[in-house]
């Protein structure tokens, strides 16, 4: 907001991470694609936005993919959060991430699935594909 101080105390401010995009197989690799982090801290919760968008050179690994939350935190308990991933020119997919309650890591469900997000789910990923995890927990 306009005239507004982001350093008054009690106000925290965004700062840039890179997150670790991994898997419980095989790893991926970004290669030329982007993946960007920014959280803040208010008293003991985080705020953060992840987006990551796939390049001509990412390959996808195996198994279930995870994405760290910012190092020297853990959740202080279960949390839910949205997941967005855009299948370019094709589709727009919505998923529900996770973290478990002392977790540093997150994992995404494709709405209404079990299985979680990997090399093909929600829909097997391409160059310019994009995704977006954004969500607030408790930290200890």
Known sequence: MPGHDVS???IGIWTPYTPT???TGTAPALGNG?????????G???IFNIVQIMGSTTTYGTGDYSWTIPSGYTAAAHQTFPAWAVDQ???FRIGMGDIASGGTAMFVTPGGAGTK???SVPHVWADTDELVLNGTFAIN
Not at 34 to 42: A, E, K, N, P, Q
């Open 21 to 23: 995009w991994a898997s």
């Open 117 to 119: 997000w990997g090399a």
């Open 8 to 10: 008054t105390p009690g």
């Open 89 to 91: 020119g094709t589709a």
């Open 44 to 46: 003991k919760t985080l």
């Open 34 to 42: 982007t993946l960007i982090g920014t959280y803040v801290i208010i």
